[in-house]
């Protein structure tokens, strides 16, 4: 009998295409295939309106007549892209979309090829189209003002810069997933938001004086050296190769735009070599079981609770708890605030926002911790612990306590994110007032039981499995995803309208009034679907046992 041949690389990479599309359609019986295309293309729809607005942008008069405008543009669009590229699986804690890790483990595939083929898959999902949109509507649209003297090299140049970003993130993904593999990631984490609050701590931050410099004038009383040498520092790094290398081509320098194509090969070479090694090394730690623990003498969590229902909310405490994403994402609004002072992020919203800057500011990054916590675990709340949903359904209990623990302990975990990431901001920032951190704190007592309603039943009609150990997961479906978003995007409405309402002048008590007014509505929006979400749970507890416990 002969030996079956082995797949060649593209049969490889339309195997990797079929299975992420596969798990992001979630098709199965009963899943509406046209609703979950409509969404997966309406993901992308984004990308579209962004990339004609920048190529509206580069052909306007102000920008085409200038020596300056187009290149810095340019420059700052692909460090922005890169940049965002390579930080997603750390601000979305993505490490669910890549399936692939595991699931090719066992098939004849070396990992080197798995990790060409994942990277060159990940340029066609709906987020990489939307990332790179904007930059390749500038790009179209200075090509179109601007004769290049090697069109061909131009689309060269364009590729190699989205494989160096597909490369890098990559190496962004790999140490995400290996750092959440170790034991100690808790600590890990820790140490390094400390040891970058730290290090941030002695950067000077950005001069930011020239916004006032601006005035009635425009953009035209800037001091247009800095916008030069601005320029030229966005071009001298691997990502503004490419966008130099089509200026260098606008006068017709094709050996400088050669040799800038040949650097971000290398800068790719390099960043694949790099997640090449932590490839190796997270499958080497695949297979590696933790070490046994001793049981101590008080080693039982729940040798104290009084009731069923507090085991139960114990129980979820705990889960979340050692839950190696919730400490990511618990990780990132801390480093966006980071982040926003080291860029001198808060001077630039005061100047467009005036003294509402704060209650923006504060309530953007509260709402966002609280949503990836609340969202994140709310609409696949029995599969993220594993397989403990089958253990629900054999234990003398009935189902309604289970999802009341889980929601009280999932909106609980995201007002306590919301009111740490609130405390840290007024600190370290030094700004903000009573009242900005009403309104903030309001806001996300708004958005959680919007998100808490949305999950219920995103949890029972889109369940997934979902392995804790981080060996395997299966993505959340992207209709899911969308309608958790929209549940988002209610709940945020008050918020945004009360601020909207303010102006530059700032919030004030009544901001706060109408705000909290509708928090209360939307809790009570939550009480009266919760009834429902319990009676359809024992509905269709089978089909979610079946959904979350499938190889």
């Known amino acids: 009998m002969s030996r079956p041949k082995v797949p060649g690389f593209f049969q490889h990479l339309l195997l990797l295409w079929g299975l992420r599309l596969h798990l992001g359609l979630n098709q199965g019986p009963g899943k509406s295939r046209l609703l979950a295309v409509a969404a997966f293309l309406g993901s992308s729809a984004p990308g579209v309106l962004l990339g004609l607005s920048f190529f509206k942008l580069m052909r306007l008069p102000l920008i085409v007549h200038s020596n300056v405008w187009p290149y810095f543009i340019l420059n700052l669009l692909c460090f922005v892209t890169a940049a965002t590229w390579v930080t997603w699986p750390l601000l979305s804690a993505g490490v669910d979309d890549h399936s692939e890790l595991s699931r ?83 600590r890990i984490m820790g140490g390094g938001m400390v040891a970058f609050l730290v290090a941030a701590s002695f950067i000077p931050p950005i001069d930011t004086s020239w916004l006032t410099s601006v005035g009635d004038a425009g953009v035209s009383a800037l001091d247009m050296s800095l916008i030069i040498n601005a320029a030229v520092a966005l071009s001298q790094v691997p990502p503004g190769f490419f966008g130099d290398g089509l200026g260098q081509l606008a006068h017709g320098r094709v050996g400088i ?224 995803s969308m309608l958790g978003i929209l549940a988002a995007s209610v709940g945020c409405m008050p918020f945004g309208h009360a601020l909207r309402m303010a102006g530059k002048d700032g919030p004030g008590w009544h901001s706060v009034a109408f705000i909290a007014a509708f928090a209360v509505f939307n809790f009570g929006v939550y009480r009266l679907a919760r009834p429902l979400a319990m009676r359809l749970l024992d509905q269709r507890r089978e089909v979610v046992l079946r959904a979350v416990t499938r190889e």
């Open 104 to 186: 090719y483990a066992a098939f004849p595939i070396s990992p080197f090829r798995l990790l060409m083929g994942s990277t060159v898959a990940s340029l066609f999902e709906p987020r990489a189209l939307v990332f790179y949109a904007p930059l390749t509507g500038a790009a179209v649209g200075y090509a179109s003002r601007h004769r290049l003297a090697a069109p061909w090299l131009a689309v060269v140049l364009y590729v190699l810069f989205a494989l160096l970003c597909a490369a890098w993130s990559r190496v962004g993904l790999y140490t995400v997933i290996n750092v959440l593999r170790e034991k100690h990631s808790a």
């Open 257 to 480: 735009a050669l040799l800038e194509a040949l650097g971000l090969l290398f800068f790719t070479c390099v960043g694949m070599a790099v997640a090449y090694s932590l490839l190796l090394r997270f499958h080497r730690q695949a297979g590696r079981s933790g070490g046994a623990r001793a049981d101590g003498r008080d080693a039982d969590p729940f040798a104290t609770t009084g009731s069923r229902f507090d085991t139960l909310v114990r129980r979820e405490v705990l889960d979340l708890w050692r839950n190696p994403r919730a400490r990511l994402l618990a990780a990132v609004p801390f480093i966006l605030a980071i982040l926003l002072k080291l860029l001198s992020g808060r001077d630039l919203f005061v100047y467009l926002l005036g003294h509402s800057a704060d209650a923006w500011v504060m309530g953007g990054l509260s709402i966002y911790g609280a949503v990836v916590i609340a969202s994140t675990f709310s609409q696949n709340t029995f599969a993220y612990d594993g397989h403990g949903f089958a253990v629900f359904l054999a234990a003398p209990m009935t189902l309604a306590d289970v999802l009341r623990a889980k929601n009280r302990v999932q909106g609980v975990a995201a007002l306590g994110m919301a009111v740490l990431v609130g405390v840290f901001y007024r600190v370290y920032f030094g700004a903000g007032t009573w009242v900005d951190f009403l309104c903030a704190m309001a806001s996300v007592a708004a958005v959680v039981p919007m998100l808490l309603a949305a999950g219920n039943f995103l949890s029972l009609y889109f369940p997934v499995k979902f392995h804790a150990s981080l060996k395997r997961r299966d993505k959340v479906p992207l209709t899911a």
